[in-house]
């Protein structure tokens, strides 16, 4: 399965930025999408998650409070908007599709069970 994600870029300190994942295979549309990141020199770390119909998001610690995760079943999309942006934001931001069929709030917490990855894309924050 191939995720493509958009939308990184450069952004203030205090900003908003969002980055998309979208894909053209629809039997990905059975399953739930993570968001995650990993900043130089640090180990790969859930952002969000949403379950496969798009109606239970998930929210780590990381960005908790500042990040909505949405679902376009129709657009074969997922999006991540982040607010009040930090310096220590910025990190390679990674859409992955869960390895459960009809993934649910179990499934989508569960960072090993995601196993399709897109190719990432640069978030910098500025401070």
């Known amino acids: 399965a191939q995720l493509v994600e958009s939308g990184g870029g450069l952004v203030q300190a205090g900003g908003s930025l969002r980055v998309s994942c979208t894909w053209s295979e629809n039997t990905l549309n059975t399953y739930g999408i993570g968001w995650f990141r990993q900043a130089p020199g640090k180990e790969r770390e859930l952002v969000a998650a949403?379950?496969?119909?798009?109606?239970?998001?998930y929210y780590t610690n990381a960005m908790k409070g500042r990040a909505a995760i949405s679902r376009d079943t129709e657009k074969n999309t997922v999006t991540l908007r982040m607010n009040s942006l930090r310096p220590e934001d910025t990190a390679v931001y990674y859409c992955a599709a869960n390895s459960i069929p009809y993934s649910g709030s179990s499934a989508i917490r569960d960072t090993a069970k995601y196993n399709s990855w897109g190719q990432g894309t640069q978030v910098t924050v500025s401070s």
């Open positions: 949403i379950s496969w119909s798009g109606s239970v998001p």
